[in-house]
Nanobody, 120 residues
């Protein structure tokens, strides 16, 4: 069984920073892409940033220049450094990862989410 566990959310003032972490555990042969998504009440979950196995990255336009995604393959962990936070960044942030559970089989897994609240 594979689990993704996020941490690092919380309450911060506008202009502040937070660092989210997401650690994968369980029967893991390898991890392909990893990413962060966010969701606010009444809205669809949206992409924040993704990072491929070769460290290629993609960012939503709304976070470019403020957020940085990175990964530590030895720890099966993906990070999201969030700087210059704005009230509109307030959301539940979810980690998503494509994990090989066998040599030739991979699945997408989601974490449980962590709340980020930015006060004005």
């Amino acid at each position: 069984q594979v689990q993704l566990v996020e941490s690092g959310g919380g309450l911060v003032q506008a202009g502040g920073s937070l660092r989210l972490s997401c650690a994968a555990s369980g029967s893991i042969f390898g991890i392909n892409a990893m990413g962060w998504y966010r969701q606010t009440p009444g809205k669809q979950r949206e992409l924040v940033a993704t990072i491929g196995s070769g460290d290629s990255t993609v960012y939503a336009d709304s976070v470019k220049g403020r957020f940085t995604i990175s990964r530590d393959n030895a720890k099966n962990t993906v990070y999201l450094q969030m700087n210059s936070l704005k009230p509109e960044d307030t959301a539940v942030y979810y980690c998503k990862a494509n994990i090989k559970t066998m040599v030739t089989i991979s699945y997408w897994f989601w974490g449980q989410g962590t709340q980020v609240t930015v006060s004005s």
